[in-house]
């Protein structure tokens, strides 16, 4: 009953995500089966990984899945206030301490205006609202033009540009008065 006892406890102690210093002895035959026995859990904040060997440490501490790991050392990473702190999987999302720290706390924003007076930026007639049915080709098209590996690849891409350009300067023109109908009726 005992050692049925303890067996829960330490399963228990592999599921629950702990915040106290526990040690947990299991027994492997190879440090493969020791990292997929640490990395089968929910969970990974920190590990620490002893050995005589610290070149092995090393090399099981970097196939962990934990935010930190410690060689020969126990609780190393949170003593250096300089080394991002943050686990992985249910453990949490991003960090604090250290450069990443500082960055978790900061909201980039893009701003974009256009560079030379006499060019304006607007929205091709394709992308406006309400979106016709050639919005997508003229989209593929236009990133193939842009990012195409080859010369012959961004010529097709600009091809198919001018190709939904006049295919929707003929439905456009007949369909004029219904779009205006439209956007009087929003």
């Not at 330490?10 to 990395?39: G, K, R, Y």
Request: net charge positive.
């Amino acid at each position: 009953l005992l050692l049925l006892l303890l067996l829960l406890l330490l399963l228990l102690l592999l599921l629950l995500h702990v915040h106290v210093q526990v040690m947990t002895v299991i027994p492997f035959e190879s440090d493969d089966e020791a990292v997929a026995i640490a990395n089968d859990c929910p969970f990974g904040l920190g590990s620490s990984v002893f050995s005589g060997s610290k070149r092995r440490a090393r090399g099981i501490a970097s196939r962990l899945e934990a935010g930190m790991s410690s060689v020969n050392d126990f609780n190393a990473t949170y003593m250096c206030q300089g080394l991002p702190f943050g686990g992985v999987k249910q453990s949490g999302f991003g960090r604090f301490g250290g450069v990443e720290g500082l960055r978790a706390l900061c909201v980039p924003k893009a701003v974009a205006e256009d560079a030379w007076p006499f060019m304006k930026t607007t929205i091709p007639p394709l992308w406006q609202h309400p979106v016709g049915p050639a919005a997508a080709p003229f989209a593929v098209a236009l990133t193939t033009m842009f990012y195409g590996p080859s010369i012959g690849t961004k010529l097709a891409g600009l091809v198919g540009v001018l190709k939904a350009m006049t295919e929707v300067g003929v439905s456009s023109s007949s369909s004029s008065s219904s779009a205006n109908a439209k956007s009087k009726a929003c």
